[in-house]
T-cell receptor
Framework: DAGITQSPRYKITETGRQVTLMCHQT?????MFWYRQDLGHGLRLIYY???????DKGEVPDGYVVSRSKTENFPLTLESATRSQTSVYFC????????????FGPGTRLTVL | DQQVKQNSPSLSVQEGRISILNCDYT??????FLWYKKYPAEGPTFLIS?????DKNEDGRFTVFLNKSAKHLSLHIVPSQPGDSAVYFC???????????FGTGTRLTIIP
């Protein structure tokens, strides 16, 4: 299906475990982004990527790792999950123009026990 | 430091009336502003945008106003409909900036 998808949609894990959230887009957009949504904080940027093999930190990168070996995929890994990483995670993508629309995936709700 | 602020966490409006959502920003380098709408269990979707060379942009029932001197923008929805009940995020970016900075969101509830 065309668009931007995230998997899994829901995930429960334990403190200290490694978790990878997947993001896939079919538009060949050059830019991809990871956000987390928390009450009182809105949407905060974790990491973003301007193209394959180019990634950069956002506002809240600590505890997260990203990679982008292919244009269409942008996985987010929590190397050792903590309770403070319980959140809803959104992936987004857009073309190279900064004024073009940024499209969001449906989100992954992650709970760290 | 919150560069984009939405000071009203929630707003209730009667169906058919005008909804006004407000957003303030502190970074004078921001020159492009957007509103996104988010329903529960879905990702945000783009609603409307405005560049700093304009002070108003209209799209159907939605109008965004920008007051650069006050560093303030607002979204007007007229008339409000039940389907408008959602969380609204304002966002901003600077010229050539790759990233959007989002506000904390306002939950709009339209009362039938």
């Amino acid at each position: 299906d065309a668009g931007i998808t995230q998997s899994p949609r829901y995930k429960i894990t334990e403190t200290g475990r490694q978790v990878t959230l997947m993001c896939h887009q079919t538009w060949s957009h050059s830019y991809m982004f990871w956000y987390r949504q928390d009450l009182g904080h809105g949407l905060r940027l974790i990491y973003y990527s301007a193209a394959a093999d180019i990634t950069d930190k956002g506002e809240v990168p600590d505890g997260y790792v990203v990679s982008r070996s292919k244009t269409e995929n942008f996985p987010l890994t929590l190397e050792s999950a903590t309770r403070s990483q319980t959140s809803v995670y959104f992936c987004a993508s857009r073309t190279g123009r900064s004024t073009d629309t940024q499209y969001f995936g449906p989100g992954t709700r992650l709970t760290v026990l | 430091d919150q560069q984009v602020k939405q000071n009203s966490p929630s707003l209730s409006v009667q169906e058919g009336r005008i909804s006004i959502l407000n957003c303030d920003y502190t970074n004078s380098m921001f020159d492009y502003f957007l509103w996104y709408k988010k329903y529960p269990a879905e990702g945000p979707t783009f609603l409307i945008s405005i560049s700093s060379i304009k002070d108003k942009n209209e799209d159907g029932r939605f109008t965004v106003f920008l007051n650069k001197s006050a560093k303030h923008l607002s979204l007007h929805i007229v008339p409000s409909q039940p389907g408008d009940s959602a969380v609204y995020f304002c966002a901003a970016s600077g010229f050539g900036n790759e990233k959007l900075t989002f506000g904390t969101g306002t939950r709009l509830t339209i009362i039938p």
